[in-house]
């Protein structure tokens, strides 16, 4: 099985950036589209940013102009710059991909364990 493991979040002031990481490991043959869910608490988990093996990008409004999304095909792993953070932000963030296996297989939708991102003065 593969599995996907966030890094990088932690307490930022608003106005501050922060730079999220996601790496997925274990048997992996290809993945398809990958990218970033948040959930705020008491509000479901949401979109936030996700991109296609090739490279098209689909962001959320709240994200655009603020955030950025970036893959390492190479090393399966993704990104999120998040700079302009807003008390709002906060969330703990989700990384998500659509992986397949196997050669030949099915491909499945795996998520990480998520990282907390808090913005507050």
């Known amino acids: 099985h593969a599995q996907l493991v966030e890094a990088g979040g932690g307490l930022v002031q608003p106005g501050g950036s922060l730079k999220l990481s996601c790496a997925a490991s274990g048997t992996i043959f290809s993945i398809c589209n990958i990218g970033w869910y948040r959930q705020a608490p008491g509000k479901e988990r949401e979109l936030v940013a996700q991109?296609?093996?090739?490279?098209?990008?689909d962001y959320a409004d709240p994200a655009k102009g603020r955030l950025t999304i970036a893959r390492d095909n190479d090393k399966n792993k993704v990104y999120l710059q998040m700079n302009s953070l807003k008390p709002g932000d906060t969330a703990v963030y989700y990384c998500?991909?659509?992986?397949?296996?196997?050669?030949?297989?099915?491909?499945?939708?795996?998520w990480g364990k998520g990282t907390l991102v808090t913005v507050s003065s």
């Open positions: 991109m296609s093996p090739g490279g098209t990008t």
């Open positions: 998500t991909a659509l992986i397949l296996p196997n050669f030949g297989g099915d491909y499945y939708t795996y």
